[in-house]
């Protein structure tokens, strides 16, 4: 038996319900071709024209129209669905966490993961600083989904620039399945996007499902795109390039199980 996943690629706008009306057409697409799990990319319900557009539509932690729409759609849909991200009120100030959200079928919150590392890049006209308006978590966060095939999978929760820091995926305490939502820019995600995902499924023997953001923006930003399901051998499964979309792949406890007998890495670890 096997499990399938659907990655949303998305090209998400200024406008909360222009994206949100977006990702109900995704989302349903993807349900539609018996994923049980489904996952959104990061800032999926907006990309502003300023960075500190997020702040004027944070929400308070448990209520708003982008968690009410996430909790509905897995209901609907009876899905596994994955919102990453929305911005979230930081109680401790003025900036917002970048918190990926997880409902189960009957669209109840079984998981929020706040993204701990923030990107920050400059290079000629290009330059970002998350931390301006983003407030880091601090807590590693996994979850188990049952699946129609009777397993159970521990799925670890990640957002973008995350993909850089190993550390926090050997914390996960070897998860079968690894989220990557992500807002890669193009520059960052030609040159190591594909690279970094296939390493964290290698070194962890697991799969890596990544939904990211693929196309230009109304902000003038750039997103690499790629979406991807990378299985535990560092194969890609399914992916696309670039503009709105589906990525469907199967995870196969089979193929977990076998990759890591035959390769005990995980066993032999001894720092850390």
Same mark, same amino acid.
Not at 55 to 63: M, N, Q, S
Not at 157 to 172: H, I, K, N, Q, T
């Given at each position: 038996?096997?499990?399938?996943?659907?990655? =949303?690629q998305?090209?998400?706008r200024?406008?909360?319900?222009?994206?949100?009306?977006d990702?109900?057409a995704?989302?349903?697409?993807a349900?539609?071709?018996?994923a049980?799990?489904?996952?959104?990319?990061?800032?999926f319900?907006?990309?502003?024209?300023?960075?500190?557009d997020?702040?004027?539509?944070?929400?308070?932690?448990?209520?708003?129209?982008?968690?009410?729409?996430?909790?509905?759609?897995?209901?609907?849909?009876?899905?596994?669905?994955?919102g990453?991200?929305?911005?979230?009120?930081?109680?401790?100030g003025?900036r917002?966490?970048n918190?990926?959200l997880?409902?189960?079928?009957?669209?109840?919150?079984?998981?929020?993961?706040?993204?701990?590392?923030l990107?920050?890049?400059?290079?000629g006209?290009?330059?970002?600083?998350?931390a301006?308006?983003?407030?880091?978590g601090s807590?590693?966060?996994t979850?188990n989904?049952?699946?129609?095939?009777?397993?159970?999978y521990?799925v670890?929760?990640?957002?973008?620039?995350?993909?850089?820091?190993?550390?926090?995926?050997?914390?996960?305490?070897?998860p079968?399945? =690894?989220?990557v939502?992500?807002?890669?820019?193009?520059t960052?995600?030609?040159?190591?996007?594909?690279?970094?995902?296939?390493?964290?499924? =290698?070194?962890?023997?697991?799969?890596?499902?990544?939904?990211?953001q693929?196309?230009?923006?109304?902000?003038g930003?750039?997103?690499?795109?790629?979406?991807?399901?990378?299985d535990?051998?560092?194969?890609?499964?399914?992916?696309?390039?670039?503009?709105p979309?589906?990525?469907?792949?199967?995870l196969d406890?089979q193929?977990?199980?076998?990759?890591?007998?035959?390769?005990?890495?995980?066993?032999?670890?001894?720092?850390?």
């Open positions: 038996m096997t499990v399938r996943v659907a990655a =949303i998305m090209v998400s200024p406008a909360v319900q222009d994206n949100l009306r990702a109900r995704l989302i349903a697409a349900a539609a071709q018996g049980e799990l489904v996952a959104l990319p990061e800032y319900c907006l990309m502003g024209l300023q960075e500190t997020k702040l004027a539509v944070r929400e308070p932690d448990g209520d708003g129209p982008v968690q009410q729409f996430l909790a509905a759609q897995a209901r609907t849909h009876g899905i596994w669905l994955v990453g991200t929305a911005p979230l009120a930081d109680p401790a003025e917002v966490r918190s990926v997880v409902y189960d079928p009957q669209g109840h919150r079984v998981a929020r993961y706040d993204k701990i590392h990107f920050a890049f400059s290079r006209e290009e330059s970002y600083d998350e301006r308006t983003i407030a880091p807590e590693v966060v979850f989904l049952p699946a129609h095939d009777g397993r159970l521990r670890g929760l990640s957002v973008c620039y995350d993909l850089r820091f190993p550390e926090l995926y050997r914390a996960m305490g070897q079968d399945l =690894i989220l939502p992500a807002a890669f820019t193009a960052t995600g030609q040159a190591h996007w594909l690279t970094l995902l296939k390493a964290r499924a =290698i070194e962890n023997l697991c799969y890596v499902l990544a939904p990211a693929g196309g230009r923006h109304d902000n930003r750039s997103t690499f795109g790629h979406s991807a399901l990378i535990p051998w560092g194969g890609v499964v399914a992916q696309q390039d670039s503009g979309g589906v990525v469907i792949g199967e406890p193929l977990i199980h076998s990759v890591r007998q035959s390769l005990p890495a995980l066993q032999h670890r001894v720092l850390g």
